[in-house]
């Protein structure tokens, strides 16, 4: 599973891990993404989404049908 999340767009930042002699090798900050399936009411069908926990936390408030309405509107499959 790729770290990208379908609503946000949120995916891996790169940077380095700094030792205490300072020497520095290459790492990765991968977002929290999470698999969650979501009942879509208007097409009587469960839906299953890659998010981060902030997009989760932003389908609480907006709500599924508008979630699915922004993934749509920026052409991520799902």
């Known amino acids: ?24 090798t290459s790492r990765r900050f991968d977002p929290n993404i999470q698999r969650k399936r979501y009942w879509l009411p208007s097409e009587g069908r469960h839906i299953r989404l890659t998010l981060s926990a902030k997009a989760i936390k932003t389908i609480d408030v907006i709500g599924v049908e508008a979630a699915v309405a922004r993934i749509r509107a920026r052409r991520v499959k799902g």
């Open 1 to 24: 599973m790729s770290a990208h999340c379908q609503l946000t767009g949120a995916k891996p930042g790169f940077g380095n891990n700094v030792s205490h002699s300072h020497r520095r």
